[in-house]
């Protein structure tokens, strides 16, 4: 199901570790990685875990790559944080919202605890593209470099802002740019990835769009916006073979990002529009 080459190679999970394994990890040469999404309806038929179970395949897959590229480094996945901002979609069970702040602090706290002990490298891993989720991702991020000597990137929603992945996925005759949640795509990478978990009425699902940055939305859940399935895009036009395209286009850049932390190349940003939005939303 996977990219067949890398399915033997070993992941080194931080809580497998003991302290001293720990301790020798070669400071310089050593990149964590954190999945962190929430748990969030995704429609009658995608699980509510979609973002984080993308989180963690989509760096594990990189960290599999990467042995493979840079065998001299430690690439090291931290166990996956399932928490996230996902504020629209708390009228449905299974969506745990978690306020930008804490997600701030918990940021602050993981990178902190690493840099105290002299690591250099943190790849921040999330799926969940939310703007207060970002917003106390970035947050977080800043807060720990302020004060400590650490590199931390988050490189998927730069990417996934910039409007590349539909200048440059397979040719599909729709326009992708309005799948916005448990949609197309992520029904794609579903499909791809955990087919057993996609409930088979998706084939039968209405398309259904709605333009979520206007002013009239914002603030607002899915109910009370009428959208009473949890979803907004057209899932029923699903395909695993874009789903695999998407998903090795995040494993992509994560490896990439792993690469330019380790040249001290300067991180991709937000594009301004949506850091205007992250900081002018009212969140609470
Ligand atoms: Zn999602």
């Given at each position: 199901?996977?990219n ?28 964590l ?68 702040k ?19 490298y ?21 807060k ?137 939303l009212?969140?609470?």
């Open positions: 199901m996977k067949k080459n890398n399915t033997n190679m070993k992941v080194t999970k931080f809580e497998e570790l003991n302290f001293k394994q720990i301790e020798k990890l070669d400071r310089d040469k050593t990149i990685f954190q999945p962190i999404s929430p748990t969030e309806e995704h429609g009658p038929h995608l699980p509510v875990g979609t973002d984080l179970l993308t989180a963690v395949d989509t760096a594990t897959e990189a960290i599999k790559t990467l042995n493979e590229k840079k065998p001299g480094y430690n690439h090291v996945l931290l166990p996956a944080i399932p928490v996230g901002y996902c504020k629209s979609t708390i009228d449905f069970p299974g969506s745990v919202h978690i306020g930008w804490a997600i701030r602090d918990i940021v602050y706290g993981l990178g902190s605890s690493l840099a105290r002990h002299g690591f250099k943190l790849i921040i891993c999330t799926y969940h593209m939310a703007y207060g989720h970002l917003r106390g991702i970035y947050a977080g991020m800043k720990t470099t302020n004060r400590y000597n650490i590199k931390i990137v988050e490189p998927w929603s730069p990417v996934f802002y910039s409007g590349e992945i539909e200048k440059n996925e397979p040719k599909l005759g729709f326009d992708t740019s309005k799948e916005l949640h448990a949609d197309f795509k992520e029904t794609s990478l579903m499909k791809y990835q955990y087919p057993y978990l996609v409930d088979e009425s998706y084939k039968k699902l209405q398309n259904i769009y709605r333009d979520m940055n206007s002013p009239r939305v914002i603030g607002k859940t899915f109910k009370q916006l009428g959208l009473k399935e949890g979803y907004i895009g057209s899932p029923s036009k699903a395909d695993a073979d874009y789903g695999r395209w998407f998903f090795n286009q995040t494993v992509n850049v994560y490896v990439q990002a792993a690469h330019d932390l380790i040249a001290g190349k300067k991180p991709r940003e937000l594009p301004n529009n949506v850091k205007l939005i992250m900081r002018s009212h969140l609470l």
